[in-house]
């Protein structure tokens, strides 16, 4: 099994930074593609950024150029780091894992429209961006 426990959330003003961690514990060997996916109230959960197990990433157009996906294999941490934060980015934020170990484009493309693909999910951190 695989824990995955999300920190870093806060309510921030517009163009204001933060930064997202994961912390997984238990198997992460599990872990070979993780994501970073949110959810605002009403709307369906979506893909922000996925990485793969060689540090492939692919964001969301929504996203692209103001959030970082990146990783610490030594520490089992994900992290998010979201610069520029807009209103429109208020949501829970939920990190996820899954053992599928994917490469290319187009399979990082899947991972990301298709949370449903990910077997290990965190509790959630809430940001709140202010304008």
């Known amino acids: 099994q695989v824990q995955l426990v999300e920190s870093g959330g806060g309510s921030v003003q517009a163009g204001g930074s933060l930064r997202l961690s994961c912390a997984a514990s238990?198997?992460?060997?599990?872990?070979?593609?993780m994501g970073w996916f949110r959810q605002a109230p009403g709307k369906e959960r979506e893909g922000v950024a996925v990485?793969?197990?060689?540090?492939?990433?692919l964001y969301a157009d929504s996203v692209k150029g103001r959030f970082t996906i990146s990783k610490d294999n030594a520490k089992n941490t994900l992290y998010l780091q979201m610069n520029s934060l807009k209103p429109e980015d208020t949501a829970m934020y939920y990190c996820?894992?899954?053992?599928?170990?994917?490469?290319?484009?187009?399979?990082?493309?899947?991972?990301?429209?298709?949370?449903?693909?990910?077997?290990?999910w965190g509790q959630g951190t809430q940001v709140t961006v202010s304008s």
């Open positions: 996820a894992g899954d053992p599928t170990r994917v490469s290319g484009w187009l399979l990082l493309r899947v991972l990301l429209r298709s949370p449903s693909r990910f077997d290990y």
């Open positions: 990485i793969n197990s060689g540090g492939s990433t």
């Open positions: 238990g198997d992460t060997d599990r872990c070979n593609s």
